[in-house]
C-alpha cells in the first residue's frame, strides 16, 4: 500500500532529509519519499501492516521535528 501524507509546518531540506532517512529503517517500509517543497511524504509498506508502520512513523517524525503536524 502506497499513501500520502502531508507534513505541515516542515521548516528545513535537512529536517526532511533527515525524517526520510528515519522512516526508511523502520522495519516494514519498502519505500518512502519527502518532499520539502510539497511538505508530503510517500510511504509504502505491506498491506497487513501499514496502520502499525505510519504510527511508528509518526512518532519518528514528531522526534527529529516536534513542530511539524502529520495528517495522514
Known sequence: MKKIIKLQDLD??????????AVKKLEGVTGVKVNFLSQKMELEASDDRYDSVLSEAI???????????VKA
Open 12 to 21: 528545513c531540506a535537512n529536517c526532511a532529509a533527515k525524517i526520510e532517512n
Open 59 to 69: 512518532k519518528v517524525i514528531k522526534k527529529i521535528e516536534p513542530d511539524v503536524t
